[in-house]
T-cell receptor
């Protein structure tokens, strides 16, 4: 089955620790995206990558970092510099063309205490 | 910067009836895509319908249709014959050709379907 995998579904960390969220896709998509969702708000873009070894900041990149070493993988690291990291994180991918839609993973709920 | 506004935080509808969710957006682009996504309690984002701005005909997908008013920058979603499974958070989203085809989302509308 083709799709996007995010693991784990729930993640708990202590304040001050870095944590990496996994996102893997087997859709052979060029572009990948990370969004953050807070209660009562829409999704906000953290980082995106249109091609391997290249990525751009989104609207709320501060306190986050990413890498894109392989086409199928786009891990997101939430660093200790992120002031309010508790949120629901969604990964998406698309074929990259203008007419391509974004497909979303199931999300990871991160709780930092 | 592009913005998307959904002015109805919550809506409710009786099963089998019709409901319309509102969305407005702001852009200076002439060509772009607009989307409606559904997020049920599982939190999986599901694409409901999409509309390319240069196409004047309103998109339709089974019970879901849109009313796209380009000059007014309005993009509403109509759900006909509402079903219990339609209960979800609905997000309107905008995508422009530049900037990596990134999506800009509205705040969402929580739809309740009453039996």
């Amino acid at each position: 089955d083709g799709g996007i995998t995010q693991s784990p579904k729930y993640l708990f960390r202590k304040e001050g620790q870095n944590v990496t969220l996994s996102c893997e896709q087997n859709l052979n998509h060029d572009a990948m995206y990370w969004y953050r969702q807070d209660p009562g708000q829409g999704l906000r873009l953290i980082y995106y990558s249109q091609i391997v070894n290249d990525f751009q900041k989104g609207d709320i990149a501060e306190g986050y970092s990413v890498s894109r070493e392989k086409k199928e993988s786009f891990p997101l690291t939430v660093t200790s510099a992120q002031k309010n990291p508790t949120a629901f994180y969604l990964c998406a991918s698309s074929g990259g063309g203008w007419h391509s839609e974004q497909y979303f993973g199931p999300g990871t709920r991160l709780t930092v205490t | 910067a592009q913005t998307v506004t959904q002015s109805q935080p919550e809506m409710s509808v009786q099963e089998a009836e019709t409901v319309t969710l509102s969305c407005t957006y702001d852009t200076s682009e002439s060509d772009y895509y607009l989307f409606w996504y559904k997020q049920p309690p599982s939190r999986q984002m599901i694409l409901v319908i999409r509309q390319e701005a240069y196409k004047q005909q309103n998109a339709t997908e089974n019970r879901f249709s849109v009313n796209f008013q380009k000059a007014a920058k309005s993009f509403s979603l109509k759900i006909s014959d509402s079903q219990l499974g339609d209960a979800a958070m609905y997000f309107c989203a905008y995508r422009q050709e530049t900037s990596g085809s990134r999506l800009t989302f509205g705040e969402g509308t929580q739809l309740t379907v009453n039996p």
